[in-house]
Nanobody
Framework: QVQLVESGGGLVQPGGSLRLSCAAS????????MGWYRQAPGKQRELLAR???????NYEDSVKGRFTISRDNAKNTVYLQMNSLKPEDTAVYYC?????????????WGQGTQVTVSS
């Protein structure tokens, strides 16, 4: 199984930056895709960014150009660099992994980390 441990959340002023980290318990080479989701109070959990084992990435329109997903294979870690943060970015951010195991796809979730953007 895959364990995902997130860190890096906190309080930041509008226009500021945060870098979220997601450390996986196994080599991320074996994970098909990893992504970052967020969920604000009263709203659906939404996919923000995803990166595949092949290195391709994609972003939700609201964060495109502001957020960057990356990976460090040596550290088994995926990052989300968040710049130009806005109050509407306030949410719990979750790391997600998709892995093929015994012929079926399984997904794993981190515990979530709170990001609050406020002056």
């Amino acid at each position: 199984q895959v364990q995902l441990v997130e860190s890096g959340g906190g309080l930041v002023q509008p226009g500021g930056s945060l870098r979220l980290s997601c450390a996986a318990s196994i080599s991320i080479f074996s994970i098909i895709a990893m992504g970052w989701y967020r969920q604000a109070p009263g709203k659906q959990r939404e996919l923000l960014a995803r990166i595949t084992s092949g290195g391709s990435s994609n972003y939700e329109d609201s964060v495109k150009g502001r957020f960057t997903i990356s990976r460090d294979n040596a550290k088994n870690t995926v990052y989300l660099q968040m710049n130009s943060l806005k109050p509407e970015d306030t949410a719990v951010y979750y790391c997600h992994a998709l892995k093929l195991e015994r012929g079926k796809l399984n997904d794993y979730w981190g515990q979530g980390t709170q990001v609050t953007v406020s002056s």
